[in-house]
């Protein structure tokens, strides 16, 4: 019996080898640019969203720091009221001043408050006294408000230099605020800067902290967010 042979029919061929290495190649490249595109995304994607939760607490640090020291006690005479003091002895930085607090019940009482900036983390602490006892602490404690804390800076405004910032505003002009008695007194503003360092890593963007130094050139190359507030001390006491 004789055997059907299948002949290719004139002008049909296969694939030949260099033409499979060729597509091959292409098809890599084009796999290679889309898999290099969606690494960049990915990663500008965890940049952006720790960006967002790092901004979120600075802005709740902000806003606490902010009422906080507005309802500072300027003092015209009385101890232990004050001017709010500003303490910077590298690597700490602190806020310290009086205002109304209630302890122990006593709504009529003094506590006094410090913000302080030292090994990279925000703390918060109040060390609470009723008017009668100025001066003996009743209760202390101190709480963790951020980590990775780059800069914590206080500038007490007409008097501290600003000089070497670029990312903060002109200081504010004093405010005339009426004592008991009914006497103007001049108040000081105050800038509040706090940066954090944002962990990730992601390539491109800006690489400037608020001094406008690169980061790329410091031990600590994470990117920088920051944020400021400018208050007036409100209440003024004799």
Avoid at 65 to 82: F, H, K, N, Q, Y
Avoid at 85 to 95: D, Q, R, V, Y
Avoid at 106 to 121: C, E, I, L, P
Avoid at 188 to 209: H, Q
Wanted: hydrophobic content about 35%; overall charge neutral; cysteine-free.
């Amino acid at each position: 019996m004789n055997k059907k042979m299948n002949v290719p029919e004139k002008g049909e061929s296969g694939f030949t080898l260099v033409e499979l290495l060729v597509v091959t190649v292409i098809a890599l490249v084009i796999l290679g640019g889309l898999l290099t595109s969606f690494i960049q995304q990915y990663s500008e994607y965890k940049y952006q969203s720790k960006r967002i939760d790092a901004v979120q607490n600075l802005e709740f640090s902000m806003r606490f720091i902010s009422e906080d020291l507005r309802s500072a006690l300027i003092s015209v005479s009385a101890s232990p009221t004050g001017n709010p003091t500003i303490t910077s002895n590298n690597p700490t930085t602190a806020l310290t001043f009086w205002a109304w607090d209630t302890v122990n019940g006593t709504t009529n009482s003094r506590a006094q408050r410090k913000y302080f900036y030292s090994g990279n983390v925000l703390r918060y602490d109040n060390e609470a006294t009723t008017d009668s006892t100025v001066g003996a602490t009743t209760s202390a404690h101190a709480n963790d408000m951020l980590t990775d804390v780059t800069h914590f800076d206080i500038f007490l405004d007409g008097t501290t230099s600003r000089a070497g910032y670029s990312g903060i505003p002109a200081a504010l002009t004093p405010l005339s605020v009426n004592d008991p008695s009914g006497t103007a007194q001049t108040v000081n503003g105050y800038t509040i800067l706090i940066e954090l360092a944002v962990d990730s890593g992601y390539k491109n963007g800006s690489f400037l902290d608020v001094r406008g130094v690169d980061v790329r050139t410091t031990s600590d190359r994470r990117k920088r967010v920051w944020r400021y507030v400018q208050v007036y001390p409100m209440t003024v006491v004799d």
